[in-house]
């Protein structure tokens, strides 16, 4: 990768969450760029503020506590540039996950091409899709019409035909947007992305120039069988950035510090891991937030994005909605404490009433936790299924498991607010199930989205402070595949403290977790010999040695099997999961 | 971490602000300044609106630009069922257009008439009863009036204005089917808690006007949430008492009219459930606003342990506090009855007072 040069400008990033807004602070330090600290507040979005200032007013003001460092002036307004050491900073970002999700209409010509894509480009988006237009559509114009006026979505997707392929039924398609756009007062209109075939981009905009703000994208389906979502994506960024200053107040305030850039978090999380992603051709990577308001999976490979952000999954107020018609029966495959149905079921639909409070009990802490591990593994397993959909190679051939990834960096609440170690991990492993040899950081402070965004104005910050030391390690995982018996053995584990020349050995059996203890700053040698042509992510039965870095929990060989399959007895997946907590020390 | 809490507050005597407003266009019936009672219109619209397409040039088969030519309407116009849209002069083969329905012309181009169907429009009491302080342009209003004020978890979506019955000796006490009669028709009852799915049916058909609560079961959210009258939760779900100081405001207003918003949660507004009872109240009165948590404060605790408690703060912890499940989070000391104390986190508190 080419040098980026340091520069010495200081940057805030203002991360607006559904739930709390941070204030990150990176500056150089010894000629690098570093993360120097975050404060927190209160996202105050809702009543009774209704205004996201407040709530980046005191998260600044409680980083200004800690850094000793003046960021507000005696108007409130942030010090840009900064005016002497001590004193301001130079750039500003902010990235942003909270207000309603996008109402979304995508209109497209054939479900199963350009409206599934479509259908794919409103989920990597803080977006809800409430209809959907294709040419199978039945319903009359007049109905199709009555239906926008109903709904008033924020955002329309226009979808459909090739390049050099249809387009009169698109135009055809277009007419009950038309008619209700004339019908709609002007600030209730909805902003229209047109990511279809481009020759038609013109038409688009001679449509709609009176009656709404056009995004045109290239096109999202340019043939049958070639999908391009990465460039809609980064254009409907732009149009969210648009939506979101017009409909949160003070948001205006905050993107002209920032320069304008004002960023969905999704978006800026993609384009870290994206980029992270350039670093090992040989692998990809992965990161996960896992919010209130919803969950982020992306996984890139070699500059090649997937971004699922499911605005139904978060763990706040759609938490009745994640376990779907009946929570204790859907949870229960994931809960390790026996628990009545009305107890669970109570717990969750007051999650939806109180979704920051945090769970004490035991009993609690078990349903939020089987909550968290099926969420993620549904979001990991929608994510799976659109990367297949699109025909990538970038997968592992098995359609619920994510190829080999280096590493997996995981964040938000379920992770960041235990000081369980070993619960966080194991959340992880059993909701997002990764194959081969990774690394499991934790990255407390969402520092990936901050830095996604502030990619964009200061590269080298981005690259020097991804760099550094910013995340917890939690561990170095190795996820065997093998087809052999549960108790058989499967692979043979030798690590070599390289200070102290102490060496651990022994076999781990199919079904079973082991945990070799290598402390942070030290170094080991890892030989892994896969038995039974079991398959750590190089190909079956072949072996290999690592120089490894130690983690807050060492290295975990989680064999008990992919897709894991958890025990049906209740009491039997109890005894395994505490089993397991105790090998990750807890 | 800033301080910042949450509040969802019981004031025995507050000022309070409450838009009412549609999501949508329509019309404002009232003016500023003006009084409003609980069932005073304050707006209307048309929140379903149906339209009907009616091309004319393919009905009377001439082309498009004959077809506008031959329209007698104009935009904007109100056309009732049968009124002559179009006509060809011809006296001898002379074709007739006709509207279908009543409705308003919304749009006329190519030889095409786009109706609105005429509907009766959805009206929007004004639930509070106080003053017009402000108008929300085409949508609603803004009130204000002074009262007491309990803010609740939960809300079936409906409001009601009615006179408050006390039918629970305690906050714990259940309601039962056997506690309602006919004598109860037309008040907003009051009670603990309920786990009863038939109290719910023989509230219905008692036509009760409204249902305050502690707590129900998750598994009766389904059918409260179907009820006609509005079905509001103080605390939540599970089978827990009403928090003491809402019971103890509420359950010695046996008889007074209160304001019943059993509006939902909304997560991205921050608004939450109601019961306002109007009071006449003298000199200056500001709502109230969200603050830093302090010593002295009165909270509730919203997650177990200690769900539904009411406590004083004691102190605010500097440093996140580790809890035994390894949680780590921002703390307060409260200080529950019989000087009883216990560590929260200020996330699982709501300043209530």
Redesign the interface.
């Known amino acids: 990768m080419a040098a980026i040069e340091t520069t010495s400008d200081s940057l805030l990033a203002l991360d607006i969450g559904a739930i709390t807004t941070r204030a990150l602070f990176f500056d150089v330090v010894n000629g690098q760029y570093r993360f120097v600290a975050a404060g927190s507040a209160p996202t105050t979005a809702g009543a009774p503020f209704h205004n996201v200032l407040e709530g980046a007013h005191m998260a600044i003001d409680d980083l200004q506590r800690i850094t000793g460092r003046r960021l507000l002036a005696d108007d409130a307004t942030v010090i840009i540039p900064s005016l002497s050491p001590g004193e301001g900073v130079d750039g500003m970002v902010t990235t942003l996950s909270a207000g309603a999700p996008l109402k979304t209409v995508v209109i497209g010509l054939l479900e199963d091409v350009s409206v599934a894509s479509a259908h794919r480009l409103v989920k990597s988006i803080h977006a809800r899709l409430v209809d959907t237009f294709t040419l199978s559509d039945r319903r009359s114009l007049e109905t199709r019409l009555d239906a926008l006026l109903r709904l008033r979505p924020d955002l329309v997707i226009v979808t459909g035909g090739t390049e050099n392929g249809a387009s009169v039924s698109v135009s055809r398609l277009l007419e009950p947007l038309r008619l209700a756009l004339r019908l709609m007062p002007p600030e209730e209109r909805p902003q229209i992305l047109f990511a279809g075939n481009s020759a038609l981009q013109e038409k688009i905009s001679t449509i709609f120039e009176d009656t709404a703000r056009v995004w045109l994208a290239p096109n999202v389906r340019p043939a049958l069988d070639e999908e391009q979502i990465a460039a809609a994506h980064t254009i409907l960024a732009r149009a969210l950035r648009e939506h979101y200053i017009r409909r949160l107040s003070g948001l205006q305030e905050l993107d002209a510090w920032s320069g304008g850039v004002t960023m969905p978090a999704a978006t800026a999380q993609g384009r870290m891991v994206r980029f992270l992603s350039l670093d090992d051709p040989s692998k990809g990577v992965l990161a996960v937030d896992m919010g209130a308001s919803s969950i982020t999976v992306t996984a890139a490979f070699q500059g090649r994005q997937y971004l699922g952000a499911y605005t139904d999954l978060g763990l706040g107020p759609q938490a009745a909605g994640v376990t779907r018609g009946d929570p204790h029966a859907t949870l229960l495959p994931w809960l390790t404490l026996p628990l009545e149905a009305d107890t669970v079921r109570d717990y969750v639909f007051n999650k939806t009433l109180q979704p920051a409070a945090l769970p004490l009990t035991e009993e609690e802490t078990a349903i939020e936790y089987a909550m968290a591990r099926y969420a993620l593994h549904r979001a990991a397993h929608r994510l799976l299924r659109d990367m297949y959909a699109q025909g990538t190679n970038d997968t592992a051939g098995v359609p619920e498991l994510f190829p080999p990834v280096e590493p997996i960096i995981i964040t938000g609440g379920i992770f960041t607010q235990t000081a369980n170690l070993g619960k966080a991990l194991l959340t992880a492993l059993d909701g997002l199930q990764p194959t081969g040899i990774t690394t499991i950081l934790l990255d407390r402070y969402n520092l990936t989205t901050a830095l996604g965004a502030a990619a964009s104005i200061n590269p080298a910050l981005a690259v020097q402070a991804m760099d550094s030391t910013m995340f917890i390690r939690l561990g170095l995982v190795v996820a065997p595949i093998s087809i052999a018996r549960p108790g058989t053995p499967v692979l043979k584990v030798q690590l070599t403290d390289n200070e102290s020349g102490e060496t651990l050995k022994g076999e781990v059996k199919q079904g079973g977790l082991a945990v070799l203890p290598l402390p942070p700053g030290r170094r080991g040698t890892l030989r892994l010999q896969p038995l039974y042509r079991t398959d750590i992510g190089l190909g079956a039965g072949r072996k290999a040695a690592y120089e490894v870095s130690g983690s807050a929990l060492g290295i975990v060989i989680d064999a008990r099997g992919r897709p894991l399959r958890l025990h049906k007895d209740m009491a039997r997946r109890q005894e395994m999961y505490k089993k397991w907590l105790w090998h990750l020390g807890h | 971490?800033?301080g910042?809490v949450?509040?969802s507050y019981i004031l025995p005597l507050t000022l309070i602000r409450r838009e009412r407003a549609f999501?949508?266009?329509g019309r404002v019936l009232v003016r500023q300044g003006e009084t409003v009672n609980p069932q005073t219109v304050v707006a209307e619209a048309d929140?379903?609106?149906?339209?009907?397409?009616l091309n004319v040039a393919a009905a009377l088969g001439v082309p498009p630009q004959k077809a506008a030519s031959l329209l007698q309407c104009q935009e904007g116009e109100r056309l009732t069922e049968g009124d002559v849209i179009a006509e060809t002069p011809s006296k001898l083969f002379r074709k007739t257009f006709r509207s279908p329905a009543s409705g308003t012309v919304?749009?006329l181009q190519g030889g095409k008439v786009?109706l609105r169907k005429e509907k009766d429009a959805t009206p929007l009491r004004a639930v509070y009863p106080g003053t017009v302080v402000d108008i929300v342009e085409?949508r609603g209003v803004v009130i204000e009036n002074t009262g007491a004020l309990v803010q609740a978890?939960?809300g079936n979506g409906r409001s009601t204005y009615g006179v408050l019955r006390v039918v629970a000796d305690s906050a714990d006490a259940p309601l039962t089917s056997d506690r309602l009669d006919v004598s109860l028709r037309g008040s907003i009852l009051v009670a603990g808690r309920c786990t009863e799915e038939e109290v719910f049916a023989l509230a219905s058909e008692i036509s009760l006007r409204g249902l305050v609560l502690g707590s129900i079961?998750?598994?009766l959210?389904g059918i409260a949430r179907k009820t006609p009258f509005p079905v509001l939760l103080t605390e939540?779900?599970?089978n827990l008492p009403m928090n003491a100081a809402a019971f103890e405001l509420l359950g010695t207003s046996d008889g007074r009219e209160a304001s019943l918003n059993a509006q939902p949660?909304?997560?991205?507004?921050?608004?939450r459930p109601e019961v306002f009872l109007p009071l006449p109240a003298s000199g200056q009165l500001i709502?109230p606003?969200?603050r830093e948590l302090a010593p002295d404060d009165m909270v509730r605790v919203?997650?177990?342990?200690h769900r539904g408690e009411i406590g004083y703060v004691v102190r605010v912890l500097s440093e996140p506090h580790?809890?035994?499940?390894?949680?780590?989070?921002a703390a307060a000391v409260i200080r529950f009855a019989e000087e009883k104390q216990a560590i929260i986190?200020v996330?699982?508190l709501q300043i209530i007072r």
């Open positions: 971490m800033s910042l949450a509040a999501p949508v266009q929140l379903a609106p149906e339209h009907v397409l919304v749009m786009l085409d978890a939960w079961p998750s598994r959210a939540g779900f599970g949660y909304n997560f991205h507004r921050g608004t709502p606003m969200p919203v997650s177990a342990p580790k809890f035994p499940n390894g949680i780590r989070a986190p996330a699982n």
